[in-house]
């Protein structure tokens, strides 16, 4: 049985000895992990899990909106499962908030590409990954064109979370994470940046190893004042916070607007800056088409939740103090 947890857990794309290290931080019911790594190992490991994490990583990591429509059938099949246990809710809640992106991305598709483009909906859910077919020929770039700039455009974020109900923990953070964005000089809205990040889970776990409330990766982390052991700070909410609004501040005054901070937040500062020379631009639009398709959707993603819940228009945001 020990041995079937293990193989499910590295299933689901996470390091043994990572997970070994929770027991720090959270107690488990490690009978009930055995269940669940039971059944991963047993019945579903012909979805190959480790392989869903990482296509969703890579494509969002492109520009590509047709690849990372493609992988709506089984993300939401994934997704479905990973909500089922306490144990993978860290895991669920990270993929909830990438799930907008390829659903997004799926209905421009649907909208814009000729129909030979199109991959018809499973009859039935399925249990083993499909095999991409490639497209016939490639896709116009008018076609391109147009689904990206659905995907990518605000109106479609501004519909797509209208009524959005808020995360179940967000209301019992949000004082705190507020008093520690104004403490940092940040715009206290900018705390929902937690919510497309973690869907406000502290203990939210990317496949690639980022964590916590602001998904901070290890070297990030550190390089803010968090230590990753004998505990891992990324999990404790507030030094979480802290070190996001210390690094907003610094993306914001780097490239002075809070569109270019964003997509520096999730694409990297380094492409941001590159872009920027490249193109001899000065705003996020004029190199939002060079962006990863992630990134793409992740700036007018955020600023459409600022401004549903915060009832502002984010563009009007105060820079740093």
């Known amino acids: ?50 392989g869903v994490w990482q296509e969703v990583y890579q494509s969002l990591r492109t520009g590509d909106f047709v690849d ?65 077919q490639p497209s016939p020929e490639p896709l116009p770039a008018d076609n391109r064109r147009e689904i990206r700039r659905q995907a990518s455009s605000q109106e479609t974020w501004n519909q797509r979370l209208a009524g959005r109900p808020m995360p ?18 940040v715009p206290p809205e900018l705390i929902w940046v937690a919510e497309v990040e973690s869907s406000f889970n502290p203990a ?16 990030t982390a550190e390089s803010f004042g968090m230590s990753l052991a004998p505990v891992d700070q990324r999990l ?21 607007s809070w569109s270019l901070a964003l997509a520096a937040y999730n694409g990297g500062q380094g492409r941001v800056a590159r872009l920027l020379r490249q193109h001899e631009a000065s705003r996020f639009e004029e ?4 962006l990863p398709s992630e990134t793409q959707m992740y700036v007018p993603k955020v600023m459409a939740t600022i401004a549903l819940r915060e009832g502002i228009d984010p563009q009007q945001m105060r820079g740093v103090t």
């Open 1 to 50: 049985m020990k041995n079937r947890m293990f193989i499910g857990l590295l299933l689901m794309g996470l390091p043994v000895h990572q997970t070994m290290a929770w027991d720090w931080e959270w107690e488990i019911d490690w009978d009930r992990v055995h269940r669940i790594g039971a059944v991963l190992a047993e019945e579903l490991a012909p979805a190959d899990w480790q």
């Open 236 to 256: 404790d909410p507030e030094l979480n916070a802290r070190a996001a609004a210390q690094y907003l501040r610094q993306l914001y005054r780097r490239f002075g």
């Open 287 to 290: 190199i939002a088409p060079y």
């Open 68 to 132: 990372v429509a493609w992988l709506r059938p089984e993300v939401e099949v994934t997704l479905d499962f990973l909500r089922q246990f306490e144990e993978t809710k860290p895991f669920a809640d990270w993929l909830l908030q990438r799930w907008d992106y390829i659903d997004v991305a799926h209905g421009a598709v649907e909208a814009h590409a000729p129909p030979a483009h199109r991959r018809a909906p499973p009859t039935e859910p399925p249990t083993v990954r499909p095999v991409p």
């Open 168 to 185: 179940e923990r967000a209301e019992a953070l949000a004082p705190t994470l507020r008093r520690i964005f104004e403490e940092e000089g």
């Open 204 to 219: 939210a776990r990317s496949p690639v190893g980022a964590l916590g409330l602001f998904q901070f990766m290890p070297a």
